[in-house]
Nanobody
């Protein structure tokens, strides 16, 4: 099983960016998929997640309204759409998958992780 997060890069403050999470050896339809991020010098934190079967999403309170998560059954990917980006959104973004439908805020509940993709928001 392998997860791969990609789509990171440099973006200006106020801009938007979409990250993708693709899986091999795993079908997202039986998992909840989440995004976490780790800013420089900080601990990894929960960004948001989606329950594939129901489409239910859950976000960190501070990110509600700016970030959205969607899924694509055709290519077995999950997307994180980020809008109105600020410097505080800079960090390495990881996708993770947990068996079942529940979206967890804690890292320890996730079975598989991607390698991370760097997002840098510049002024």
């Amino acid at each position: 099983v392998q997860l791969q997060a990609f789509g990171g890069g440099f973006v200006q403050r106020g801009g938007s960016l979409t990250l993708d999470c693709a899986a091999s050896g795993l079908t997202f339809s039986t998992y909840a998929t989440a995004w976490f991020r780790q800013a420089p010098g900080k601990e990894r934190e929960f960004v948001g997640g989606i329950s594939w079967s129901s489409g239910t999403t859950l976000f960190a309170d501070s990110l509600k309204g700016r970030f959205t998560i969607s899924r694509n059954a055709v290519d077995n990917t999950v997307h994180l759409q980020m809008n109105s980006l600020t410097w505080d959104d800079t960090g390495v973004y990881y996708c993770a998958a947990s068996r079942g439908e529940r979206i967890y805020r804690l890292q320890r509940n996730y079975d598989y992780w991607g390698q991370g993709t760097q997002v840098t928001v510049s002024s």
